[in-house]
């Protein structure tokens, strides 16, 4: 047996692997990408990143029905996406064994909001593991698939930020052999027709209780004894910090989380004199537990928001004084900002100038909302900036010269297409612009169907934006440079004031896929005035010096904005 070092994602992407697992489905998002990153080096398997996660999920359910074992995977927003196809899941059942994983991310690390998906177990009715290590993160991928294929059901794997993106040791198992058994004709339970859905409804609520009476006897839910003063129900990575901060408390610890082992968490009740559960978002359990008239406290100690951690549970139920990391010098806050040489810098520089509304998208280009180049005022979720525009537009006609959409080329490929033909369906004359730097970037440049690459790296037909968008119905479409500031600023100008759709193709590779640059800018002091035109660019290779501009050689990719805000023409291009 061998043991290695694994993350969660590694490890989960390592258990898909071990447990037979051929096809494998996603849409990349942090906390997640690097599980089908993972899975896809693995020898003999099918995967890639799917347009979206409702598409991902639809392939791994025809899969599924083929009789493979799959696995798709996404952060926690993206089954708000795959959740139409989700609930449907649930009442027609699996063939091959279906993992859904969904990476929470509580705290907002990387996302809009922090949901609670454990919310989706039991709306959809189906089971949730929650692993709280890597080990567990393999074994439980494992586990879910027995589970999935015992009862006709597919599984929620729900893993967060810190088991997503912690590391762990993992004990490697040979892989099983599994053979797809092929598709099974069978009308009444894949065809969800109203008079089949109605056939199908009582056997997901019985398969419902079954699952309750298999998470009382599972493996993954165990009490751990100990001091009976203190008793903590906990799942997840909670249950490290539990273990952590109270060594001696007696510990039910939930890796089989919903249902939720009624009788097993009654008779840990029974054992203890006080009961905690130790929950991160929202009181999933707590509540549950109270239906049953136990009393347990919760949510009256631990806040609904972001992350717990072992100090605030050492605070909260030992009454300690929470430890404070205490620094002498002050250190400045340092956002998040687009790096050097970015092509979506030129876009969100000019639209300032040009003193636009700008409904933004999820993606790199999302930073130019911050200072200083603060020219975003919407965001709220994949593909929404095209349609919040037209909304816009619809509320007031007029504004429609004095606001455009942004999105990236792989968001607008995820949910940008359907606004955009709404556009040009409702007889608007909304401007989109595609800032297309052929990745997709914030979440660490995966392919996408625009980029001609799969995830596997094998060369594929690429979507071509123009051709996509005039097919649409959209006959003014242009493809700018966005490092050309003056041409920029005269075709947004153009666009805005036109009385039909536009669609702006912004199109420059990311910086970070060009390395090494082969060239930089260089100020020469005595010509600069020090009137920091340049620096409102906010560019992290520009800082000042003595008053003056002064570019980084080591971190400037040679992008030449800077040199062409300058009006004393004291930046030059140098070679490497």
Not at 61 to 90: C, F, Q, W, Y
Not at 313 to 329: H, P, S
Not at 462 to 475: A, D, H, P, S
Request: glycine share 8%.
């Amino acid at each position: 047996m061998t043991k290695v070092v694994m993350t969660g994602n590694e490890a989960i992407a390592r258990g898909a692997y071990e447990g037979g697992i051929k096809v494998g489905t996603a849409y990349p998002g942090t906390p997640s990408t690097e599980i089908m990153e993972n899975f896809g080096s693995y020898k003999g398997v099918t995967c890639n990143w799917s347009t979206n996660e409702k598409v991902a999920l639809e392939v791994a359910i025809g899969a599924s029905m083929e009789g493979a074992r799959v696995m798709a995977a996404m952060k926690h927003v993206g089954v708000n996406v795959a959740a139409d196809p989700l609930l449907t899941l649930s009442y027609t059942g699996i063939e091959g064994g279906l993992i859904l994983v969904s990476a929470d991310d509580p705290g907002m690390h990387s996302s809009q909001n922090e949901q609670d998906n454990r919310h989706y177990a039991r709306m959809a009715k189906i089971p949730m593991l929650e692993p709280s290590d890597s080990q567990e993160a393999k074994d439980y991928v494992l586990a879910g698939l027995e589970i999935s294929e015992k009862f006709d059901t597919p599984v929620l794997l729900r893993s967060t930020t810190r088991i997503s993106h912690s590391r762990s040791i993992v004990h490697l198992e040979e892989p099983q052999e599994f053979k797809p058994a092929g598709f099974n004709k069978n009308i009444a339970k894949y065809v969800m027709l109203p008079g089949f859905a109605r056939q199908r409804h009582p056997l997901v609520e019985n398969r419902l209780e079954q699952l309750r009476l298999e998470s009382e006897q599972s493996p993954l839910n165990r009490i751990e004894e100990g001091d009976e003063e203190t008793g903590i129900i906990c799942s997840g990575i909670t249950y490290q910090y539990v273990k952590e901060a109270l060594p001696n408390a007696s510990v039910l610890k939930l890796g089989f989380s919903y249902p939720l082992p009624v009788e097993l968490i009654q008779e840990f009740a029974r054992r203890v004199n006080k009961l905690y559960v130790v929950e991160e978002l929202d009181p999933f359990m707590e509540e549950q537990i109270k239906a049953l008239g136990i009393s347990v406290t919760g949510k009256e100690l631990f806040s609904p928001l972001g992350e717990i951690g072992t100090e605030t549970i050492r605070t909260q139920i030992l009454g300690e004084d929470k430890a404070t990391l205490t620094i002498d010098k002050d250190i400045p806050n340092r956002p998040p900002i687009l790096c050097p040489g970015c092509s979506h810098r030129g876009v969100f520089y000019t639209l300032k100038r040009l003193k636009l509304r700008v409904t933004g998208d999820i993606g790199c280009y999302t930073l130019g909302a911050l200072p200083p180049l603060q020219s975003i005022d919407t965001c709220v979720c994949m593909g929404a900036s095209v349609g919040v525009a037209l909304g816009m537009e619809k509320a007031n006609k007029e504004t429609s010269s004095q606001t455009v959409a942004v999105i990236g080329d792989s968001t607008f490929l995820h949910s940008g297409i359907t606004p955009l033909i709404d556009i040009v369906y409702s007889g608007a004359s909304t401007t989109v612009i595609i800032v297309d730097n052929n990745t997709t970037g914030m979440t660490g440049h995966q392919e996408h169907p625009g980029t001609g690459k799969t995830l596997q790296g094998e060369p594929t037909q690429r979507v071509q934006l123009e051709t996509l968008c005039k097919g649409i119905g959209v006959n003014r479409v242009t493809v700018a440079d966005p490092l050309d500031l003056n041409t920029l600023r005269q075709t947004i100008t153009d666009e805005i004031n036109a009385d039909e759709p536009s669609v702006i193709i912004a199109r420059y590779p990311c910086m970070l896929k060009n390395r090494p640059y082969k060239t930089y800018m260089e100020v020469i002091p005595e010509d600069c005035n020090g009137c920091k035109a340049c620096i409102q660019l906010g560019c992290p290779a520009l800082s000042l010096k003595d008053d003056k501009a002064y570019i980084s050689k080591h971190s400037c990719s040679g992008c030449t904005l800077c040199q062409q805000l300058c009006r004393f023409e004291a930046i030059v291009s140098r070679e490497h």
